[in-house]
Structures are given as structure tokens and as C-alpha cells.
């Protein structure tokens, strides 16, 4: 190619050609598509894991009794404009003494006995009578809900062993932790064969005592345990009273369970109301039967959801005795009645073996005076009470705490032990100093107080004030010229400067003791108290 000519000269560039390589070319096309392949193959393959997991994760058995046959129930009310409760009369009557029978069975057997150790019982029929109509609840078997339910207290609010821990939601807390299997399965299943073992032998027993006292170790309660050998033997009898024929009946309701959730929730119903009740078998099907069980169901799950969730505070104070987790005592009429009884749980959550679950004469739970109608009668014995006592004490210790928690809050001016060692000499070169020629100092019961801030709202006047700069003012305040009142003497405490060291320190000592003592001694009781570890919710 010729440009224009340079001084009558013709310059002829030549153009470098590039070739590209067709091979190189297709090469790195190739690689960016297997790449994107690579990807996209992952990419499904992490999705069809995670469909996959989700529907091993799935609990089957307790996603049909708790929202497939509720739902197909409602679905057929609403088609068939059925009535929400049951018209024929006989009908209603059997549902509401069917409900009573199996919530009954479940409180205060699948919870008060089989989970908390409550009471002992006489006789055997009255273990299979929870165990039977207790499945009619849909929430599980025995030896599943009870280990889980004990996993609840023994780690409250942990979102990887609380089962159904608030912390993550009042839908999982309430419905989640039954439709959909917890990820750690090994915990779970460790767990739930350490508190219902399916085979005892004296091997397993020494293990467990083992491991207990490794773990006590581990927390640095060796001295306290091995001086004291009582939780060991608290241990022993506890494996001891699991014996072969609970072992046996625990066992033998988990196998059989789906049979005694059909009896209890479909035959029984159908049979009773059509033989006795004259009514229709869709009816029976429907309201004492499926109807019964999802009530059954909501004021069962209501205790785990609604009783500890903070944001709905339904009684005032809500955490009577503890505000560790997130138990609440709903002293409130429609919670006691939607939860039946079972509304107390943070008295539950602090004494969980006690069969009431509040001490309380006039409480509304029926477990209480069922379990309680059955010791008159004989059939149980040994109920667990709390002492009353200890009930008062623990509930104003936690008054003590939320004081103590408003307290800190507050300025109280500096500790009485905390204020600097004044001379005499020191203190009157400082009211001397030009600088501090505006303030006023006093002394009282040998404790120097920079009244400045409030010598213009003191009702005697700055001239009283100032006629007490520097001296000893304890008499004059405490009634020599007027008897100040509580607020005063708290008002005074705030400014507080330092202590006059002049020797005579009984006095000021005399208030530390009763100032500070009592905190100190709360302090050091808390500080050495409460931190026994326990294996078991059971074993505390």
C-alpha cells in the first residue's frame, strides 16, 4: 500500500497478515463448553441432593396425622357444608369425653409419668392405658416424644438439641420439628437409646456411670461428686426403676403404635357412634375421631410454641421464676383452656417433676386433679410435690435478680469501698484551694461529699449549706436540724468524694457491711451455687 510521497518518494508498507488457528480456536471453544458443562451437571446434581434429602427428611407418619388428614378432614366439612360441631347431641357429648379420655392419656402419661417420673404407678393396666389412647394424639410414640420431650429441657433453646427450640421460628417450634426429621440424626438417636435403652445389661450400666463421672471431670466437679456420691446413686436407681417390664411395654407400644393410632383414632370413634350415638360413620370418622385428634393435637404443641414465645407477653411478669430460656407462665384464662392446663412453663421448665404444673390450689389442669383422683383411689402413689418453700424461694430470687438488674442502672454514686483515703490535712488544703472557693464540702459520718451540683435546690437554702463547708455535718443531717427523708440520704450517697482518714473507720466500715454485704453475699452465693451439670433433664 502506498502512502503519499515523502519529499517526491513513494513509501510502500506492507502489512503484517495474522493466521488463525481453526484448531486453537475450536480447542479453547470446546473447554469453555465442557467447563460450563461441568457446571451445570453440579449444579443438578446439588439439586437433586437436596430433593433428595428434603424427602428422607420428611416425616411421613406425623405429616399424615398432623396435616394431611386434618386438611382432608376440613376439605370435607367445607364440600359438604358440615357443621364445626357435630349435630347430633350424643355425638358432641362422646367427642368432648373422648378428647378429655386421650389428653388425659397423653398429659399425664406420654408427659407426667413416662417423661417427668411424676408418680408411680400400681398397676399395669392403667401404663397401657396411656400407652393406647395416648397414640391417638398422632405426636409419636412414647419412647420418641418422651426422649425428645426430655432433650427440650435438658438443652432449652439450643437450635442443634432443643428439638423444638423457639430461637428458630413459632412455625417450627409448633408444626416444624414433627413434619421434618432434625439434621443430627446421631445426637437424637444416642439420646433417645440413653434415656429408654432397648436392651439393659449391667455393662451398659457401669458405662453410663463412666461417662457421668468424665463429664463431671470435665466440668471441674470432681471433689463435689466424688465426696458426695448421691447423683451417682440417683444415676443407678434411675437406670434401676427402667426395668425389663417398661423396657418391654416401651418397646412394644413403638412397634404396634400406627395400629393404636387407627384403633383409638378411626374404629373407636366409628364403633361408638354408630352403636351407641346413632350417628354416621363419616360423623364418627369427623368429629371424634379426627376433629378430636387435631384439637388434641393444637393445645399439645401450643405449650412448646405460644408458652415461649417472648414477643406475646400474655401475663405480666411471664417468667416468674426464671427468664433463662424462653419458658413463659401464661396466667391467663383462654391459654389455660387452649393449652389444658399445661400454660405454666416456666414453673414446669424449673420444676419439671412436680405433677401440677403450678402449686396453686385454684390453677386450672386436669392433669393435676386426674393424677391426683388416681392416688385417692389407690392406683398411684409417691406424687412429687414441690415444697412450697422452695417454690417462694426460687420465685424471689428472681425478683431479687430483675432488681438487681433495674439496680445497676441507676447511678448509686461510688461504693462506699471504692472511695479514696482522704488525710485531714489533705482535705483542708483542698477547701482552702482558690479553685474550690465556690464549692462547698461536708463531712458526714466521716464520708466527704461534694455537694456543689445541689446546694441551689437544697429547701434550707446555700447559707445553711455554706455553714457546714468543711465540717462534720452528721448530726445536723440526721435530725439535729431536720430528719432527712430516704430520698435524700440516696440522693447524698451520689456524691460521695472520698473517706475522711482520721482513724475512727468503724463507722464507715459498719455501712460498707450494710450497704454492700448483702450484694456481695448474693454475688458470691450465685457465683458458687447453680453450677451443677446434669446428663439427663431427669437426673436435676
Excluded at 495474522?18 to 486453537?24: G, K, L, P, Y
Excluded at 405449650?303 to 417468667?319: D, G, M
Amino acid at each position: 500500500m502506498d502512502e503519499k510521497p515523502r519529499n517526491g518518494q513513494s513509501i510502500k508498507i506492507q502489512r503484517r497478515k495474522v493466521v488463525f488457528s481453526t484448531n486453537s480456536t475450536s480447542s479453547a471453544s470446546q473447554s469453555l463448553i465442557n467447563q460450563a458443562t461441568k457446571m451445570k451437571n453440579t449444579r443438578i446434581k446439588e439439586i437433586r441432593k437436596r430433593r433428595r434429602d428434603l424427602f428422607m427428611r420428611i416425616n411421613y407418619t406425623h405429616t399424615i396425622t398432623t396435616v394431611v388428614l386434618p386438611l382432608l378432614m376440613l376439605g370435607y366439612m367445607l364440600y359438604f357444608k358440615e357443621s364445626i360441631l357435630p349435630e347430633n347431641q350424643s355425638t358432641l357429648y362422646f367427642t368432648i369425653v373422648y378428647y378429655n379420655i386421650t389428653m388425659l392419656a397423653f398429659t399425664a402419661g406420654y408427659h407426667k409419668y413416662f417423661a417427668h417420673n411424676s408418680y408411680k404407678i400400681k398397676f399395669t393396666l392403667l401404663k397401657y392405658y396411656f400407652a393406647i389412647f395416648g397414640s391417638s394424639c398422632g405426636l409419636g410414640s412414647i419412647r420418641w416424644w418422651a426422649s425428645l420431650h426430655r432433650a427440650h429441657h435438658h438443652f432449652p433453646n439450643d437450635t442443634e438439641r432443643d428439638p423444638y427450640s423457639i430461637k428458630r421460628g413459632l412455625l417450627f417450634s409448633h408444626y416444624g420439628w414433627l413434619l421434618k426429621k432434625p439434621r443430627a440424626v446421631k445426637f437424637y438417636n444416642e439420646f433417645i437409646e440413653q434415656e429408654f435403652p432397648q436392651n439393659i445389661d449391667e455393662a451398659r450400666l457401669s458405662q453410663d456411670i463412666k461417662l457421668d463421672k468424665e463429664q463431671r471431670e470435665a466440668f471441674g466437679l470432681r471433689d463435689e461428686f466424688d465426696n458426695d456420691s448421691g447423683d451417682e446413686e440417683e444415676e443407678i436407681e434411675f437406670k434401676d426403676s427402667y426395668d425389663e417390664n417398661m423396657r418391654n411395654l416401651l418397646n412394644w407400644q413403638e412397634r404396634t403404635y400406627i395400629i393404636w393410632f387407627a384403633v383409638t383414632t378411626i374404629f373407636i370413634p366409628i364403633l361408638v357412634t354408630r352403636l351407641f350415638c346413632h350417628d354416621t360413620t363419616i360423623h364418627g370418622l369427623i368429629y371424634p375421631g379426627i376433629f378430636r385428634m387435631f384439637l388434641c393435637q393444637q393445645s399439645l404443641l401450643t405449650t412448646e410454641s405460644l408458652c415461649h414465645l417472648k414477643q406475646i407477653q400474655v401475663t405480666i411478669p411471664s417468667q416468674p421464676f426464671s427468664d433463662k430460656n424462653s419458658s413463659q407462665d401464661c396466667q391467663n384464662p383462654l391459654m389455660a383452656l387452649l393449652t389444658y392446663g399445661q400454660s405454666h412453663q416456666n414453673y414446669h421448665h424449673e420444676f419439671p417433676h412436680d405433677y401440677r404444673s403450678n402449686n396453686a390450689y385454684l390453677t386450672y389442669d386436669p392433669t393435676k386433679w386426674f393424677i391426683w383422683t388416681l392416688d385417692k383411689l389407690g392406683i398411684v402413689c409417691e406424687l412429687c410435690r414441690t415444697p412450697d418453700n422452695l417454690v417462694e424461694h426460687l420465685r424471689l430470687q428472681q425478683q431479687q435478680e430483675r432488681l438487681n438488674r433495674i439496680r445497676s442502672q441507676l447511678n448509686w454514686g461510688t461504693p462506699i469501698s471504692k472511695l479514696p483515703l482522704i488525710t485531714p490535712q489533705d482535705f483542708k488544703r483542698t477547701i482552702e484551694s482558690s479553685s474550690n472557693k465556690d464549692r462547698i464540702y461536708i463531712v458526714i459520718q466521716n464520708i466527704i461529699h461534694d455537694i456543689t451540683p445541689f446546694m441551689d435546690q437544697h429547701p434550707g437554702g446555700v447559707q445553711l449549706l455554706k455553714a457546714s463547708h468543711g465540717k462534720d455535718a452528721t448530726r445536723a443531717f440526721y435530725g439535729g436540724v431536720y430528719g432527712h427523708s430516704t430520698a435524700a440520704i440516696n440522693l447524698l450517697a451520689t456524691m460521695r468524694i472520698g473517706i475522711l482518714d482520721n482513724g475512727n473507720d468503724e463507722e464507715v466500715w459498719t455501712r460498707v457491711v450494710k450497704e454492700e454485704g448483702e450484694v456481695r453475699e448474693v454475688s458470691e452465693s450465685r457465683q458458687g451455687g447453680g453450677s451443677n451439670e446434669y446428663r439427663t433433664a431427669e437426673a436435676a
